[in-house]
């Protein structure tokens, strides 16, 4: 092993990249519905690899940290600042109960159990199951004005008790939300969850898959007994959401406006909704083969800016909608889903009714996979001045530091792109890899920095560790369950998947809807995940300011 220690020592950056591709690789392995996911799996093989005395310059952690958060924020932010509402801040109210609940518990750990700084600041990360919290805690301590070996021990701490903490959290987390919480519901989340989802207007239709007949079709009609009616009537006399996108006559192609009155041996080309269509030959006439009728339907993805509004009030005369994103999740698409700023639809149409759509919506997702570094240096760089401002509580010094202040900057820089869509460009496949490659790379330079520490961490506080990730989530989850369905009345489906977002806990999410059979959970789910996801990091700051200072 002397030749693999000293080569790692001599090229720090070939241990890096082992310790990617190994985490990732052991992040796959799944245990029924557990997965420890890359990052996790990254810090367990840092942590190994660290034991060779290999380490990272602490400027790769810091550059790491600022463009993962700022890339999180960026994403969040059209997000975070839609939830400001009243529907938004209901489901908030779990996520602020998630923050204050681990903060004061840990407190009272680190009271009675006499915890340094960085073990305290672990367990509120592994338990909160964010990974965040462990860049602004390691952070955070770096500024108490510590001696320096007493700052890396501290720092180490952070990142050990957090592993531990992790896996067992995020277990909790997968088992409650999946299982625990509908048994004390005493409901059967499928069947929960698909009355819901008929409640709200939508179908049975499984995650993933593709109908083997499509909803949106098209055909050819030879007008017969909608001769003398106008084109607004005919699409009336139709059971469902259809258009006459072509007319022809004679070898001519009129343009099909409302008014046009159709004459006997016309041929429309229709395009709509297969329930529509499926008597259409009773209210036009005779269906027709005409290959060479070709109509051109284009199909845009564009982003909501307006404020929040039902799917039925964003539809329109030729306009289809076929699927509503929001984030990284697929939302059930019924005509009472919430659209709010920051989602992505899906619109199918005629050109000219599609760019009507995109400008009463909001705008189209750009097709450039150019990022714009002016915006995204200048980004970073406000994000890092304004962690460097400070305010004291009492004899308590607080301070965003980098992460938060990049944080904080990213949610306002990600806001004004999306109102703002001339500048700014930071294409979603571009943000995911500078927020996965950011983060990763911070765990693993922390990993391999915390391994001489994480031996004697793991004496002294072994059977602490995996009790404290288990209790602080059981605590905050039942906590939010009791007051989420007796206080705020909110759906039991949406509730669970509610509490899987305020842990920002994407296994827990996968594994409810896994259960549920459709994807209404992520209505709760995504809201508590954008505003835990800005709330949680900034608690690694607070909590190292009340115990350091």
């Given at each position: 092993?002397d030749?693999?220690?000293?080569?790692?020592?001599?090229?720090?950056?070939?241990a890096?990249f082992?310790?990617?591709?190994?985490?990732?690789?052991?992040?796959?392995?799944?245990v029924?519905?557990?997965?420890?996911?890359?990052?996790?799996?990254?810090?367990i093989?840092?942590?190994?690899v660290?034991?060779?005395?290999v380490?990272?310059d602490?400027q790769?952690?810091?550059?790491?940290?600022?463009?993962?958060i700022?890339?999180?924020?960026?994403g969040?932010?059209?997000q975070?600042?839609?939830?400001?509402n009243r529907?938004g801040?209901k489901?908030?109210v779990?996520?602020?109960?998630e923050a204050v609940?681990?903060?004061?518990?840990?407190?009272?750990?680190?009271?009675?159990?006499?915890?340094d700084?960085g073990?305290?600041?672990?367990?509120?990360?592994?338990?909160a199951t964010?990974?965040?919290?462990?860049?602004t805690?390691?952070?955070?301590?770096?500024?108490?004005?510590?001696?320096?070996?007493?700052?890396?021990?501290?720092?180490?701490?952070?990142?050990?008790?957090?592993?531990?903490?992790?896996?067992?959290?995020?277990?909790?987390i997968v088992l409650?939300?999946?299982?625990?919480a509908p048994a004390?519901?005493?409901?059967d989340?499928?069947?929960?969850?698909?009355?819901?989802?008929?409640r709200l207007?939508?179908?049975d239709?499984e995650e993933?898959t593709?109908?083997?007949?499509?909803g949106?079709?098209g055909r050819?009609?030879?007008v017969?007994?909608?001769a003398?009616?106008?084109?607004?009537?005919v699409e009336?006399?139709l059971?469902?959401?259809?258009?006459?996108e072509r007319?022809?006559?004679?070898?001519?192609?009129?343009?099909?406006?409302p008014?046009?009155?159709?004459?006997?041996?016309?041929?429309?080309?229709?395009?709509?909704?297969?329930?529509a269509?499926?008597?259409?030959e009773?209210?036009?006439?005779?269906?027709?083969?005409?290959p060479?009728?070709?109509?051109?339907?284009?199909?845009?993805?564009?982003?909501?800016?307006?404020?929040?509004?039902?799917?039925?009030?964003?539809?329109s005369h030729?306009?289809?909608?076929?699927?509503?994103?929001?984030?990284e999740?697929?939302?059930?698409l019924?005509?009472?889903?919430?659209?709010?700023?920051?989602d992505?639809?899906?619109v199918?149409?005629?050109?000219?009714?599609?760019?009507?759509?995109?400008?009463?919506?909001?705008?189209?997702?750009?097709?450039?996979?150019?990022?714009?570094?002016v915006?995204l240096?200048l980004?970073?760089?406000l994000?890092?001045?304004?962690g460097?401002?400070?305010?004291?509580?009492g004899?308590?010094?607080?301070?965003l530091?980098?992460g938060g202040?990049?944080?904080?900057?990213?949610?306002?820089?990600?806001?004004?792109?999306?109102?703002?869509?001339?500048?700014?460009?930071?294409?979603?496949?571009?943000?995911?890899?500078?927020?996965?490659?950011?983060l990763?790379?911070?765990?693993?330079?922390?990993?391999?920095a915390?391994?001489?520490?994480?031996?004697?961490?793991?004496k002294?506080?072994?059977?602490?560790?995996?009790?404290?990730?288990?209790?602080?989530?059981?605590?905050?989850?039942?906590?939010?369950l009791?007051?989420?369905r007796?206080?705020?009345k909110?759906?039991?489906?949406?509730?669970i998947?509610?509490?899987?977002?305020q842990?920002c806990?994407?296994?827990?999410?996968?594994?409810?809807?896994?259960?549920a059979?459709?994807s209404?959970?992520?209505?709760g789910?995504?809201?508590?995940?954008?505003?835990?996801s800005?709330?949680?990091?900034?608690?690694g700051?607070v909590?190292?300011?009340?115990?350091?200072?």
């Amino acid at each position: 092993m002397d030749w693999v220690r000293e080569l790692l020592r001599s090229t720090p950056e070939i241990a890096l990249f082992a310790c990617l591709a190994l985490g990732y690789l052991v992040g796959k392995l799944r245990v029924g519905p557990i997965r420890l996911g890359g990052i996790c799996g990254t810090l367990i093989v840092a942590l190994l690899v660290g034991l060779l005395g290999v380490s990272l310059d602490d400027q790769v952690r810091t550059i790491a940290f600022a463009l993962f958060i700022f890339a999180l924020g960026f994403g969040g932010g059209p997000q975070f600042f839609a939830n400001l509402n009243r529907s938004g801040l209901k489901l908030g109210v779990l996520s602020l109960v998630e923050a204050v609940t681990v903060v004061a518990l840990v407190l009272v750990l680190a009271s009675a159990l006499d915890l340094d700084v960085g073990t305290a600041s672990g367990i509120l990360a592994g338990a909160a199951t964010e990974s965040a919290v462990v860049g602004t805690a390691t952070e955070a301590i770096g500024k108490l004005g510590l001696p320096g070996g007493t700052a890396a021990a501290f720092q180490g701490n952070v990142a050990t008790a957090y592993t531990v903490c992790y896996l067992f959290g995020l277990i909790t987390i997968v088992l409650f939300t999946s299982g625990l919480a509908p048994a004390l519901m005493k409901i059967d989340l499928r069947a929960a969850s698909r009355a819901l989802l008929h409640r709200l207007g939508g179908d049975d239709a499984e995650e993933g898959t593709a109908p083997a007949l499509p909803g949106l079709v098209g055909r050819a009609y030879q007008v017969d007994q909608a001769a003398g009616r106008t084109v607004a009537q005919v699409e009336r006399s139709l059971p469902g959401r259809a258009t006459v996108e072509r007319v022809s006559r004679g070898g001519g192609d009129p343009t099909p406006g409302p008014d046009l009155v159709l004459a006997a041996g016309d041929v429309v080309v229709v395009v709509g909704e297969r329930a529509a269509l499926v008597e259409a030959e009773n209210v036009i006439g005779v269906e027709r083969t005409l290959p060479e009728a070709k109509v051109a339907l284009e199909t845009r993805e564009v982003v909501m800016t307006s404020p929040e509004q039902p799917v039925s009030a964003l539809r329109s005369h030729g306009v289809f909608l076929t699927s509503l994103s929001r984030g990284e999740h697929r939302m059930p698409l019924t005509d009472s889903t919430a659209v709010r700023r920051g989602d992505v639809l899906t619109v199918v149409g005629s050109p000219s009714d599609v760019e009507e759509a995109t400008r009463r919506i909001g705008y189209a997702v750009p097709r450039t996979l150019a990022t714009d570094f002016v915006y995204l240096g200048l980004g970073v760089t406000l994000g890092m001045l304004i962690g460097k401002l400070t305010i004291h509580l009492g004899s308590v010094p607080l301070s965003l530091g980098t992460g938060g202040g990049a944080l904080v900057s990213g949610l306002v820089f990600g806001w004004f792109r999306s109102r703002h869509k001339s500048v700014g460009s930071f294409p979603p496949a571009a943000a995911t890899l500078t927020k996965d490659l950011g983060l990763a790379t911070f765990i693993a330079a922390t990993g391999l920095a915390a391994a001489p520490q994480a031996g004697p961490l793991l004496k002294q506080y072994g059977v602490l560790l995996p009790f404290a990730g288990i209790g602080m989530v059981l605590v905050p989850a039942l906590l939010s369950l009791y007051l989420g369905r007796r206080l705020l009345k909110i759906e039991p489906p949406i509730l669970i998947g509610a509490i899987a977002g305020q842990q920002c806990s994407t296994p827990a999410i996968s594994a409810v809807t896994g259960v549920a059979g459709n994807s209404v959970p992520l209505i709760g789910y995504t809201v508590t995940y954008a505003i835990s996801s800005i709330l949680l990091p900034l608690t690694g700051p607070v909590v190292v300011g009340l115990i350091g200072g």
